[in-house]
């Protein structure tokens, strides 16, 4: 007697599920899968040092599932930006409880900057160490390329779209990304698509100023040196920190 075509499916998706990912990731996979978070895999996307991350369909669309390995990950960096958020006062120091609220802190960053009308991937859902968002790219599966890798056709009117999100991200939503560069700069429509919040801290962090001004000397160096653009960063700075950071 023939299987189910939706059962040899599964079959099938475990067998690639096995090549790549420990028991538990594949367990939470199908956990994932049960919930109609999505429905099938389609392909690696990306694997990292501390990451993969999966192409998959949903009924609403294209999605990507981000996967933090456990055994892999830099925890003292985790930490780093973990110790002084106040919403993670009382996790673990194990690998896994560190790695979780990692996880965790990505998924509720990214709502923070979702809700306030941010060009971000809309976060979907999260369990352990997997968060599942919004695919950046087009309907064929292509992904949104980083800014690094992309001509710009008017660098000032995206620099100037990047920054007021940024200001947007700190002043409204009390959050400083902490790791902006021209890597988890995404460009889509001529568009700014800002990515990767794990790390990002809010307001009350003791390294927040560090971290805020960080983002913007990265973001300014880029253009300055590849677009030959006139920008003080140090303008910038006090009118997005204005009554934050800076008197």
């Known amino acids: 007697m023939a299987l189910p075509k939706r059962r040899l499916k599964t079959q099938e998706e475990r067998k690639i599920y096995e090549k790549i990912f420990d028991n538990l990731t594949i367990q939470d996979l199908f956990k994932l899968k049960a919930k109609r978070i999505y429905e099938s895999y ?6 990292g040092k ?3 991350v999966l192409l998959v369909s949903s009924d609403e669309g294209l999605r990507v599932i981000k996967i933090y390995k456990v055994e892999a990950s830099n925890f003292k960096r985790m930490w780093y930006y973990l110790e002084g958020d106040e919403r993670f006062r009382r996790i673990g120091k194990g690998k896994r409880d560190v790695v979780y609220a990692w996880c965790k802190k990505e998924y509720h960053n990214l709502e923070i900057a979702y809700n306030l009308g ?3 991937p809309k976060p979907i859902y999260f369990i352990r160490n997997l968060v599942v968002m919004e695919f950046i790219g087009d309907a064929e ?8 890798r992309v001509r710009l056709e008017n660098p000032e009117e995206f620099f100037k779209n990047l920054m007021n999100q940024i200001k947007k991200l700190v002043r409204e939503g ?3 990304h902490a790791d902006l560069s021209e ?3 995404l460009v889509k429509d001529n568009k700014p698509y800002i990515v990767d919040f794990a790390q990002a801290t809010l307001l009350s962090h003791p390294r927040a100023k560090e971290f805020f001004e960080r983002d913007i000397n990265n973001i300014t160096h880029y253009f300055k ?3 030959d653009l006139d920008i003080d960063s140090d303008m910038i700075k006090k009118e997005i920190g204005r009554g934050i950071f800076y008197v």
Request: glycine share 4%; charged share 30%.
């Open 42 to 47: 389609i392909r690696l996307i990306n694997e």
């Open 50 to 52: 501390e990451s993969k």
């Open 118 to 120: 941010l060009n971000v």
């Open 141 to 148: 599966g292509k992904e949104a390329p980083q800014l690094r």
């Open 174 to 176: 009390k959050l400083v």
């Open 183 to 185: 890597f988890n700069v």
């Open 225 to 227: 040196k590849y677009y």
